[in-house]
């Protein structure tokens, strides 16, 4: 699976090949197509592999934030790293293959929606907040939304000093809305 999201990372959607991606994890093209009829199934199912271990991970961390004094800006920060990681760029090589390609669309609208709970549930936790007060749902997802949006534009020049900015901005905001949530 991490074979699979290394070529997209690296050779984007038209480079990646079911038999460059065996190569790369070692394993026979046999095997591979056992388990995965064609590039969409293999890719599909290595994001959403890597991308589930990664949200577990973020889970994991989620008791270290309930304590910190500045846990928004950390939790703002930590999603904004997330979405610039290497599994974001993966996933957007797929998302923009799918809008085009009506095999591979239905897979990754579904992925996408998945994970896209888990993340947004994720958040809710890291944040520590009650999601059915008004404005707090809305103000995770423009979260969510605002950390894929700085990844995109990290996508062709390094851009972490401006998102560093953002993200420091953007904590401050979410804070203000969020501190009457945990009052």
Same mark, same amino acid.
């Given at each position: 699976?991490?074979?699979?999201?290394?070529?997209?990372?690296?050779?984007?959607?038209?480079?990646?090949?079911?038999?460059?991606?065996?190569?790369?994890?070692?394993?026979?093209?046999?095997?591979?197509?056992?388990?995965? @009829?064609?590039?969409? /199934?293999?890719?599909?199912? %290595? !994001? +959403?592999?890597? $991308?589930?271990?990664?949200? #577990?991970?973020?889970?994991e961390?989620a008791?270290?934030?309930?304590?910190?004094?500045?846990?928004?800006?950390a939790v703002?920060?930590?999603?904004?790293?997330?979405?610039?990681?290497?599994?974001?760029?993966?996933?957007?090589?797929?998302?923009v293959?799918?809008?085009?390609d009506?095999?591979?669309?239905?897979?990754?609208?579904?992925?996408?929606? @998945?994970?896209?709970? /888990?993340?947004?549930?994720? %958040? !809710? +936790?890291?944040? $520590?907040?009650?999601e059915? #007060?008004?404005?707090?749902?809305?103000?995770?997802?423009?979260?969510?939304?605002?950390?894929?949006?700085?990844?995109?534009?990290?996508?062709?020049?390094?851009?972490?000093?401006?998102?560093?900015?953002?993200?420091?901005?953007?904590?401050?905001?979410?804070?203000?809305?969020?501190a009457?949530?945990?009052?």
């Amino acid at each position: 699976m991490e074979a699979t999201v290394e070529c997209l990372v690296k050779h984007g959607w038209s480079g990646t090949t079911t038999t460059g991606v065996a190569d790369r994890a070692g394993v026979s093209r046999g095997a591979q197509l056992h388990h995965f @009829r064609t590039r969409g /199934e293999l890719v599909a199912a %290595a !994001v +959403e592999h890597v $991308g589930t271990q990664s949200v #577990r991970r973020l889970l994991e961390m989620a008791t270290a934030f309930s304590a910190r004094p500045d846990r928004t800006e950390a939790v703002v920060e930590l999603l904004a790293e997330f979405y610039a990681s290497p599994l974001f760029t993966a996933a957007l090589e797929l998302w923009v293959a799918a809008r085009t390609d009506p095999d591979l669309k239905p897979v990754v609208v579904s992925l996408q929606a @998945r994970l896209g709970r /888990e993340c947004h549930r994720l %958040a !809710v +936790e890291l944040l $520590g907040v009650n999601e059915s #007060r008004p404005g707090v749902r809305e103000t995770v997802q423009a979260t969510l939304d605002l950390a894929r949006g700085l990844a995109l534009a990290n996508q062709l020049t390094d851009d972490s000093h401006r998102r560093a900015g953002i993200v420091r901005q953007w904590a401050g905001m979410v804070q203000a809305v969020l501190a009457a949530d945990r009052a």
